[in-house]
């Protein structure tokens, strides 16, 4: 799960023009990280292991 929330903050920061930065959270929180805009707006993404 780690690996796979690595890969799609790596490709979002690369392929979206608008992105600043991928900030990670802590990761007893979940899986979880920030997309930072230009702009200053983030949109948080959150990946949920089904098992839970």
Request: aromatic share 8%; glycine share 6%; net charge negative.
């Amino acid at each position: 799960m780690e690996q796979l929330l690595t890969k799609i903050g790596e490709l979002v920061s690369m392929e979206i023009d608008e992105v600043k930065d991928v900030e990670y959270l802590d990761k007893e929180m979940g899986y979880m990280f920030y997309i930072n805009l230009e702009d200053g707006r983030k949109v948080l993404l959150s990946l949920v292991d089904s098992q839970m």
